[in-house]
T-cell receptor
Framework: GAGVSQSPSNKVTEKGKDVELRCDPI?????LYWYRQSLGQGLEFLIY????????KSGLPSDRFSAERTGGSVSTLTIQRTQQEDSAVYLC?????????????FGPGTRLTVL | AQKITQTQPGMFVQEKEAVTLDCTYDTSDPSYGLFWYKQPSSGEMIFLIYQGSYDQQNATEGRYSLNFQKARKSANLVISASQLGDSAMYFC????????????????FGKGTHLIIQP
């Protein structure tokens, strides 16, 4: 079956522009996660969705970041007024409800470069 | 304080030798889960092994095993008979709460260890 997919795979944008990153989870997975991976900060957890709701948004780095999930499937991470420090690889993961440890399956990531 | 500490930024190991990658963690929650992921140069994150805080035995998955020392709060990954394809970044991660970390919260990752297997 298909794994987690993300688009675009690469995005280059100018400082101040808005960007949208998309994640398509594994079919049937109810939980969806966004992480950011950068050289300076390592892997940071940003936000997760259980169904369409995000119980805790405190991991988002600033109010320029927002995320939504519709129909319990596709999620979009939006960064407004991008800054150079937003440059990173944004990883999405999903998990189902079977298995006690709810293993997270990761997508290939979107590499964001802010010039 | 860091929740996950990986003290080895990089390691060089000869092919076919066993490798131990260190991971210590910090939590006051009695229920948590520990995970190891592999990230090759291609960038994908590959799940390797899981250890729950209530598990009585060390986890094993093929050539991977986890040396879980709860009192010392360590969860070292052991790779037996290393192969060239094992060269990658390895991340230790933790999820608190749920049953043995089985909730839906996000993972907290360590900084990773870059493992290079030499022929």
């Amino acid at each position: 079956g298909a794994g987690v997919s993300q688009s675009p795979s690469n995005k280059v944008t100018e400082k101040g522009k808005d960007v949208e990153l998309r994640c398509d989870p594994i079919s049937g997975h109810t939980a969806l996660y966004w992480y950011r991976q950068s050289l300076g900060q390592g892997l940071e957890f940003l936000i997760y969705f259980q169904g369409n709701s995000a119980p805790d948004k405190s991991g988002l780095p600033s109010d320029r970041f927002s995320a939504e999930r519709t129909g319990g499937s596709v999620s979009t991470l939006t960064i407004q007024r991008t800054q150079q420090e937003d440059s990173a690889v944004y990883l999405c993961a999903s998990s189902g409800t079977s298995g006690v440890y709810n293993e997270q399956f990761f997508g290939p990531g979107t590499r964001l470069t802010v010039l | 304080a860091q929740k996950i500490t990986q003290t080895q930024p990089g390691m060089f190991v000869q092919e076919k030798e066993a490798v131990t990658l260190d991971c210590t963690y910090d939590t006051s929650d009695p229920s948590y889960g520990l995970f190891w992921y592999k990230q090759p140069s291609s960038g994908e994150m590959i799940f390797l092994i899981y250890q729950g805080s209530y598990d009585q035995q060390n986890a094993t998955e093929g050539r991977y095993s986890l040396n879980f020392q709860k009192a010392r709060k360590s969860a070292n990954l052991v790779i037996s008979a290393s192969q060239l394809g094992d060269s990658a970044m390895y991340f230790c991660a933790m999820r608190e709460g749920g049953y043995s970390g089985g909730g839906a919260d996000g993972l907290t990752f360590g900084k990773g260890t870059h493992l290079i297997i030499q022929p």
